[in-house]
């Protein structure tokens, strides 16, 4: 069965997903594993330079993210979102007002 775009199922039973995108500034990142884990999530720009780090601790199930993009300039971003240390979902992301 495929995954709906922007979706990613690990091995360990571990899922996220970023919406909306493109966005405004707002993002959700939907995240479910059936483990507790230090959730990081990085936003790069195009150039590859960190202009944003968000972490939380997440206990198993399903939990939502918040992350505000809107002090960032209108482009192209590459989303990191790591378990732990682990890097479980890459996405560029289209930012725009």
């Given amino acids: 069965?495929?995954?709906p775009e922007g979706q990613v199922e690990f091995a360990v039973n571990q899922q996220a997903s970023i919406f909306p995108n493109p966005t405004q500034g707002k993002v959700?990142?939907?995240l479910a594993?059936?483990?507790a884990h230090q959730t990081t999530v990085q936003v790069f720009d195009m150039s590859g330079r960190l202009v944003q780090t968000v972490?939380?601790?997440h206990e198993p199930g399903s939990q939502v993210m918040?992350?505000?993009?809107?002090?960032l300039a209108n482009g192209?971003?590459?989303l990191h979102v790591k378990f732990d240390n682990t890097l479980i979902l890459t996405e560029k992301l289209s930012k725009s007002n």
């Fill in 76 to 78: 192209m971003y590459h």
């Fill in 33 to 35: 594993s059936e483990e």
């Fill in 1 to 3: 069965m495929s995954k």
């Fill in 66 to 71: 918040q992350l505000d993009l809107s002090a």
């Fill in 28 to 30: 959700e990142i939907h």
């Fill in 55 to 57: 972490q939380a601790q």
